[in-house]
């Protein structure tokens, strides 16, 4: 939520913080979205669709969390920017899409059966076995989102867009990046309703943005080569290391390490 107060207004979808030891609250309408303040994996992560959900999942947490509104439209997209802080202009080095895990109806077979059809969704059969009716079966050309959750863990794709990256959608995020005070490197996860308004820079909702820890979604595309998955990490490390480097000669504290392991731990107790 730190993160999320440091982003202008226009860009930052309704989100509600809720403390471990405070009281429950909600939208006014639902569905919305519920995830842990200090995530990852999209662990924690809940579409809430009424109350009793909601009760059930503020007793669950022993965690600070977040209540966050759902944001429609079909785009939905890591960006990575990076910019060092001698330079005036930064750059877009990585840009992913999600495709959600779907399966289309035949008129014929469950879904489960469509599920199995599919090694993606096949791994997710179990989980989903108790959340979704997987007996129904679709007519004939109907599609059917099973999860809307886009983390690669719940099924979904990650789509390499890395050809997208132009000139224009560097400088769009420019002007955004240079809004938020003390930011140099990381990925936006973002809502968009087409590539137009990604290019103009309207219409975004930032749903987060992750710093150093975060990976360059355009790796996991299925099609992406492994060797070039270690040659993308090696170049983000060396491009974080020179952000660092400049800020501790300039005086910016580290985090401590005690600091660091405490905020890594609900992360860490999910593996």
């Not at 791994?123 to 809307?148: A, F």
């Not at 050809?163 to 420019?174: G, M």
């Not at 975004?204 to 060797?227: K, Q, V, W």
């Amino acid at each position: 939520m730190a993160i999320l107060d440091i982003i202008p207004e226009e860009f930052k979808p309704k989100t509600i913080f809720i403390p471990v030891k405070g009281p429950s609250k909600s939208f006014d309408k639902f569905p919305f979205i519920a995830k842990p303040d200090i995530g990852g994996r999209g662990r924690k992560v809940q579409v809430i669709e009424n109350p009793k959900q909601l009760a059930d999942y503020h007793q669950s947490m022993d965690e600070d969390y977040m209540l966050q509104e759902i944001i429609p439209g079909p785009l939905e997209l890591g960006v990575y920017y990076t910019r060092h802080p001698e330079e005036e202009k930064g750059q877009i080095i990585s840009l992913a899409s999600k495709a959600f895990l779907e399966v289309i109806g035949d008129g014929q077979s469950s879904i489960k059966e469509l599920m199995a059809q599919d090694d993606r969704a096949a791994k997710q059969i179990e989980r989903l076995s108790s959340k979704l009716d997987l007996e129904v079966i679709l007519p004939s050309g109907e599609s059917k989102i099973l999860e809307p959750i886009g983390n690669h863990v719940r099924g979904t794709a990650f789509i390499n867009e890395e050809a997208r990256i132009n000139d224009e959608l560097n400088a769009t995020f420019d002007k955004i990046c240079a809004k938020i005070h003390g930011f140099y490197y990381g990925r936006f996860d973002i809502r968009v309703p087409s590539w137009e308004d990604l290019y103009a820079g309207r219409n975004i909702s930032i749903l987060e943005l992750n710093g150093l820890t975060s990976d360059p979604a355009h790796i996991f595309d299925p099609n992406y080569r492994l060797r070039d998955v270690f040659k993308t990490q090696r170049k983000h490390i060396k491009i974080a290391y020179g952000i660092a480097r400049y800020h501790l000669k300039n005086g910016v504290k580290a985090t401590p390490i005690l600091e660091l392991m405490r905020k890594s731990m609900p992360s860490i107790r999910e593996l």
